[in-house]
């Protein structure tokens, strides 16, 4: 069952060094504020796991905190590349960086698989690309009814998945709704779970489209305000494209990005 802590407590709790984590939100409620908790508290090694790492992976990579990413895409969205990512990737600053790559529906996949007790996942994909040469977690299976070739992707179990979600009630539920990504997946697939969120509720109220977390799936719920921005949260606040765009200044100088590092964490 849920508890209500703080976030400090809560990546405190879960977040370990050398655990494989998962921060999920597809442009739409991702969990920023957990991901500068977890640099603040100097986890290291971790296996981070995102279908499209950006901005927030980019400050975990440059805060030393990452030694492999699994992903399916990486980027600033409308902006350009992580540099942070980039410069971990070529010249191994602040640490060197392992990457595993797959696409979008690979991911998508694995995340399914691990929610649901299963060792892979099934899917048409792949073809044409190199991906598999390079990636030990895609094969190949038989389908046992037509003889196909399909595609096959290893379960993903995180340690820990984190996402952000609008509300939780006095419980611990959690109701998220909008762009939903693959947050209710990536929550039912890992060991341990947190949830960020904008409010806690004494009801929650019926929302079209919504997703609901029960308590019993979930490890920990942390009120954070404002704890996807600059990402949006639907019905609370809306994208800050200036931070996006900011960003890239940022992150392409070691030296700067030193100095936001050091007003995060001071």
Sequence with gaps: MAEIITLTEAIAELVHDGDSVALEGFTHLIPFAAGHEIIRQGRKDLTLIRMT?????????????????????GGNPGVGSLHRMRDALSHGWPVPLEIEEHSHAGMANRYVAGASGLPFGVLRGYAGTDLPEHTDTISTVTCPFTGQQLAAVKALNPDVSIVHAQRADRAGNVQLWGITGVQKEAVLAAKRSLVTVEEVVDRLDPVPGAVLLPSWVVNAVAVAPGGAKPSYAHGYYDRDNAAYKAWDAISRDRQRFIAWLKELTA
């Design 53 to 73: 790492p950006d901005l927030i992976y980019d400050r975990m990579i440059g805060a030393g905190c990452a030694s492999k990413l699994v992903f399916s895409w």
